[in-house]
């Protein structure tokens, strides 16, 4: 009979990859990933972990491929559908989707974003809160370097994920209006799991739960 497992999508590098390694570490769940396994079980738990890139995952999970993922906010509010939901939220990789213009130019309320130009790779998130406050601006997409459109010219203004605000002080822009938080976040899908499957989900929750609640002990 073959044990029940659960799939994992999880980003194959930079810092929520890392920082996800560290909390199944904390959770005593044992794997070893070589630098380019894509696929990797885990030793003493009931868990298979897929490596992908982060705007892969929702729909790796959205389709069945993967039974998990570990996503930013950010990227499920972006994705936009209503078949997938969140288990618990992570408490790291905590940043916000933030409107930043250059020096140079002046904004005091929302509404002077009428008319302009705004670059993003959020155009979704973006579009809703334009939307909801009534202002008409063009968007720009992007997928990456948003920080340099002010500068060479593709937009008056930028919409991207802000963590300390360094890159915006290193490339001359200022935080000007939060639309959205984010932070790492454990998603499925709607459907209900078999029960062995929510057996697995519930001993894992408990797993990250113990180390959520023993990283906050240590701030008290």
Request: glycine share 6%.
């Amino acid at each position: 009979m073959q044990l029940q497992k659960l799939s994992i999508a999880l980003q194959k590098s930079g810092k929520l990859s890392d920082a996800c390694m560290v909390l199944f570490e904390k959770c005593g769940i044992k794997m070893k990933v070589s630098k380019n396994q894509l696929l990797v079980q885990a030793e003493n738990f009931g868990l298979d972990f897929i490596f992908a890139r982060d705007d892969d995952i929702p729909g790796l999970v959205e389709n069945g491929i993967c039974d998990l993922g570990i996503i930013g906010e950010n990227l499920l509010q972006e994705y936009n559908v209503d078949t997938l939901k969140i288990v618990t939220k992570l408490g790291f990789a905590k940043c916000r989707l933030s409107l930043a213009h250059l020096k140079t130019i002046t904004c005091h309320s929302v509404k002077d974003l009428n008319g302009k130009s705004i670059a993003t790779s959020y155009p979704k998130i973006l579009s809703k809160f334009l939307t909801e406050n009534q202002v008409k601006a063009k968007i720009v997409t992007m997928h990456g370097s948003v920080e340099l459109a002010p500068q060479i010219g593709i937009a008056d203004i930028i919409c991207d994920l802000v963590s300390s605000g360094a890159t915006l002080k290193e490339n001359g822009l200022v935080e000007f209006k939060v639309i959205a938080e984010s932070e790492a976040i454990l998603i499925k899908k709607q459907d209900n799991f078999p029960d062995s499957k929510q057996i697995l989900l519930d001993k894992l929750l408990l797993r990250i739960k113990g180390v959520l609640q023993a990283e906050q002990s240590r701030y008290i």
